[in-house]
């Protein structure tokens, strides 16, 4: 079964500043689709950025981007010029790419990293 | 993308009792998935539901205790039967459209 570990439960930053949360994750699938969700206060859960296994080139969205390893199968996002808003859970996801013996497209959520942002 | 109105946000109820937590979608999904959230902490998944047939339970979680409904492509319902304290938690639902992931806002429970 896979599995998605989030080893930092919580991270801080100053606004303007990068941080880099990380993401590792276990599986004998070799295609696969990993998520960051942004979760605020509100509970509603945001896409960050959607990353699909079998492309090599990382994934952007504006001040966000991703560092995918996928021998190493780790999935770290960088958030480049934090802002205030950007202070929310994180979390990093694993969806298998097709249905291996039924897994109907469910994700799998890492714990969550709760990112503070300072001014 | 699509909108998910879950409702209630919030209850308080009594042990013994069953609550109803609706995810109505304003555009058709193909699956439905049920989580329990609690607070800080990551998502559980429940239940996948599919319209007309019957949910898929993950390991620990039963249908009597966490019966779901799945009538169309743009509702479903779990029920949280018979609560003890230990159900409170964040309940939230999540659609899939082929294109992505769409979530309620979830529903804070308390059992007392």
């Known amino acids: 079964a896979q599995t998605v570990t989030q080893s930092q439960p919580e991270m801080s930053v100053q606004e303007a500043e990068t941080v880099t949360l990380s993401c590792t994750y276990d599986t004998s699938e070799s295609d696969y689709y990993l998520f960051w969700y942004k979760q605020p206060p509100s509970r509603q859960m945001i896409l960050v950025i959607r990353q699909e296994a079998y492309k090599q080139q990382n994934a952007t969205e504006n001040r966000f981007s991703v560092n995918f390893q996928k021998a190493a199968k780790s999935f770290s996002l960088k958030i480049s010029d934090s802002q205030l808003g950007d202070a929310a859970m994180y979390f990093c996801?694993?969806?298998?790419?097709?249905?291996?013996?039924?897994?109907?497209?469910?994700?799998?959520f890492g714990t969550g990293t709760l990112l503070a942002v300072q001014p | 993308s699509a909108v998910i109105s879950q409702k209630p946000s919030r209850d308080i109820c009594q042990r013994g009792t069953s609550l109803t937590i609706q995810c109505q979608v304003d555009s058709q999904v193909t699956m439905m998935f049920w989580y329990r959230q609690q607070p800080g902490q990551s998502l559980t998944l429940i239940a996948t539901?599919?319209?007309?047939?019957?949910?898929?339970?993950e390991s620990g979680f039963v249908i009597d205790k966490f019966p779901i409904s799945r009538p169309n492509l743009t509702f479903s319902t779990l029920t949280v039967s018979n609560m003890s304290p230990e159900d409170s938690s964040i309940y939230l639902c999540?659609?899939?459209?082929?294109?992505?992931?769409?979530f309620g806002s979830g529903t804070r429970l308390t059992v007392v």
């Open positions: 996801a694993y969806r298998s790419r097709e249905n291996y013996g039924g897994a109907t497209n469910k994700l799998i």
């Open positions: 539901a599919n319209q007309g047939s019957e949910a898929t339970y």
């Open positions: 999540s659609g899939y459209t082929g294109n992505g992931y769409t």
